[in-house]
């Protein structure tokens, strides 16, 4: 039986010794060794990696965390990440950026599209969920996978991204609710991007998401609200694999005070 981690000092970390010694603990397990000795790796970071529901250089509680504090430890964060992750050199860190997005292509069988939902994002002010001007990718990153959606040739479209894709609502019956850190907080982006998808008629397009800690498959909908509408895209959610994952009685995790999910969400539309 594993014991519980114990992380050094007594709150997250803020500097880069600090990004770099919680790497090396992770690094240091046996099980996580055999998993990289075993497969490659195409790796992003989400939210996590520096801190809870982070957007572009706000952080979760700015008014705990001033702007000059996140982002020297977003800065910090990134260059712990970089090197202890299988990253190419285009995406060694300048300061608070880094290069992640990019596309991996297998021949004419898969290409990866490989997504980043946290640097460019506006804030997550749910009240503005609806508002075209607001962004989840930013324009060029959106600008660089619409085109690449058009021109592809490869038999499958992967995007492997971080948080839910698909509509998800919380609440039953007639009203509404929605996670502001999903897709759901981004809608005009989000269903733009699902139309881009139909309409220029990409192969086999599959949404890869982790984030929530629980499996789902979701049929991603032309109309979210209209489950007979065609099925433009499947987006498959991965669970966690050490903290709060599919294990009986877990759950996934909702807005902060929903009751839990179950762990398995065997289908969503």
């Not at 008014?63 to 982002?71: A, G």
């Not at 970089?82 to 004419?108: C, K, N, V, W």
Request: aromatic share 8%.
């Amino acid at each position: 039986l594993a014991l519980p981690r114990v992380h050094e000092g007594d709150s997250e970390p803020f500097t880069v010794v600090e990004y770099r010694n919680r790497h090396a603990q992770y690094k240091g397990e046996a099980e996580l060794q055999a998993a990289h000795a075993a497969f490659p790796w195409a790796v992003v970071l989400d939210d996590h990696e520096i801190d809870n529901n982070w957007a572009d250089e706000i952080p979760q509680d700015p008014d705990l965390q001033p702007r000059d504090v996140f982002l020297a430890r977003r800065a910090a964060a990134f260059q712990a990440y970089y090197e202890h992750m299988p990253l190419r050199r285009s995406s060694i860190p300048a300061g608070i950026d880094m290069q992640l997005y990019r596309r991996l292509t297998f021949g004419d069988l898969l290409n990866v599209h490989v997504l980043d939902t946290r640097q460019y994002r506006s804030d997550q002010d749910q009240a503005l969920r609806l508002d075209p001007n607001r962004t989840i990718l930013g324009d060029d990153q959106e600008q660089w996978l619409m085109a690449n959606l058009a021109g592809g040739t490869a038999r499958w479209n992967a995007l492997a991204q971080q948080v839910f894709f698909s509509q998800r609502d919380f609440t039953a019956g007639p009203n509404q609710s929605f996670s502001n850190d999903a897709w759901d907080n981004y809608v005009p982006e989000r269903n733009g991007l699902r139309d881009h998808v139909a309409a220029v008629g990409a192969s086999n397009p599959v949404v890869l998401t982790g984030d929530v800690h629980a499996t789902y498959v979701c049929d991603v909908k032309a109309n979210f609200d209209d489950p007979t509408s065609a099925t433009v895209a499947t987006e498959l959610v991965g669970t966690s694999i050490t903290n709060g994952g599919d294990r009986e009685g877990s759950g996934g995790r909702g807005p902060r005070g929903s009751p839990p999910e179950p762990s398995w969400g065997p289908i969503c539309a």
